[in-house]
């Protein structure tokens, strides 16, 4: 029986991964296998959701204004009481919470990173089967260690991120990651409960076929916007057409789409909401770091997204982000107006 000893769980990975530099300490790993830890106690809920009384509302809204699910706040749960309760993290900024939680342990206040994350991203499809998932940044702190961190620690612009990544709950689930020496995808295998690399390396092709955006906003875009999205229905062959609208309504699994595929994702501003809905600090930075780090681009339709400071937890930015070609391809759009 031929054994195939290439496949790499994640926890081999990033071992292997430190070995290639002698200074590491091994917290960034410790930190990346918690996240994955939390993202599979997710998962077994997220699998069972319609077995058990967890589907539907909580109760109570968000900072946001949004009703909370009840899997939303299973997952902060989970998130904050594995990062709390681990060695690597010292504290966390969730876009469920109002504010930043600051772990002010001994252990915690020498830990180097601080994490934001999205718990459940797309928690409005729940109750219909659609894949959903979580997002998450990792940040090195600029506050003294052995105190605890600061909201300054949490505010930085995207550009300074040291990993982003995503957990992905849909037909398989998916632990996506990404640091300045590239992006990996494991699949969480089941039958041992690990993930194993299945995407090593992952590049976002140059160009795609597939759009991504909300048809029903269309009349509320700026003009270069529509301008471009009539330009994508109305591509034929002669000029690398014709391309397809996709949009599931749950960022993480578009934008994961496209980055394996090859695509754009859009989420413009609006008349009525001009900054549009996505969270910088969430959803924006770490997809934006993730589809770099692969190849392609991110933008607010003016400058790049990982450049923007932010000034409050929940900042909000309109999102224009894939492959590069059709990235530069909307900027000519959008720059004529």
């Known amino acids: 029986m031929n054994i195939n000893r290439r496949i790499q769980t994640l926890d081999e990975f990033t071992i292997?991964?430190?070995?290639?530099?002698?200074?590491?300490?091994?917290?960034?790993?410790?930190?990346?296998?918690?996240?994955?830890?939390?993202?599979?106690?997710?998962?077994?809920?997220?699998n069972k959701a319609g077995l058990v009384d967890i589907l539907g509302d909580h109760g109570s809204t968000n900072i946001q204004g949004e009703e909370v699910k009840k899997l939303d706040v299973y997952a902060n749960n989970q998130l904050v009481g594995v990062l709390q309760h681990g060695i690597s993290c010292a504290g966390i900024g969730?876009?469920?919470?109002?504010?930043?939680?600051?772990?002010?342990?001994?252990?915690?206040?020498?830990?180097?990173?601080?994490?934001?994350?999205?718990?459940?991203?797309?928690s409005s499809n729940i109750d219909v089967n659609v894949s959903i998932g979580t997002i998450f940044s990792v940040f090195r702190r600029v506050s003294p260690l052995?105190?605890?961190?600061?909201?300054?620690?949490?505010?930085?612009?995207?550009?300074?991120?040291?990993?982003?990544?995503?957990?992905?709950?849909?037909?398989?689930?998916?632990?996506?990651?990404?640091?300045?020496?590239?992006?990996?995808?494991?699949?969480?295998?089941?039958?041992?409960?690990?993930?194993?690399?299945s995407h090593p390396d992952i590049k976002c092709p140059e160009t795609g076929k597939m759009y991504s955006v909300n048809h029903g906003n269309f009349f509320q875009y700026e003009e270069g916007v529509k301008k471009y999205i009539t330009a994508c229905q109305k591509k034929d062959k002669t000029n690398g057409?014709?391309?397809?609208?996709?949009?599931?309504?749950?960022?993480?699994?578009?934008?994961?789409?496209?980055?394996?595929?090859?695509?754009?994702?859009?989420?413009?501003?609006?008349?009525?909401?001009p900054n549009g809905k996505l969270r910088l600090l969430y959803e924006c930075n770490p997809f934006a770091f993730i589809v770099e780090r692969a190849g392609g681009i991110?933008?607010?339709?003016?400058?790049?997204?990982?450049?923007?400071?932010?000034?409050?937890?929940?900042?909000?930015?309109?999102?224009?982000?894939?492959?590069?070609?059709?990235?530069e391809e909307l900027d000519g759009y959008v720059q004529e107006g």
């Open 146 to 197: 052995g105190q605890p961190a600061t909201i300054d620690d949490f505010l930085q612009p995207g550009n300074q991120q040291v990993a982003a990544g995503y957990i992905i709950y849909g037909s398989s689930t998916m632990f996506v990651y990404a640091t300045r020496r590239g992006v990996n995808g494991f699949t969480l295998d089941p039958s041992i409960g690990e993930y194993s690399l």
């Open 16 to 46: 292997q991964q430190m070995r290639d530099f002698p200074q590491a300490t091994g917290e960034l790993a410790g930190l990346l296998r918690d996240i994955g830890l939390a993202a599979k106690r997710v998962n077994v809920e997220v």
């Open 298 to 327: 991110a933008t607010n339709g003016k400058i790049r997204i990982l450049d923007i400071q932010p000034t409050e937890l929940h900042q909000r930015t309109p999102l224009f982000i894939g492959s590069k070609k059709m990235m």
């Open 241 to 273: 057409g014709p391309y397809t609208q996709r949009y599931i309504g749950s960022m993480v699994a578009d934008v994961h789409r496209n980055l394996i595929k090859g695509g754009i994702f859009m989420y413009p501003g609006t008349t009525d909401k």
């Open 94 to 122: 969730s876009e469920e919470l109002d504010d930043i939680v600051v772990f002010d342990d001994d252990v915690s206040m020498n830990s180097k990173y601080v994490c934001l994350f999205d718990p459940l991203d797309g």
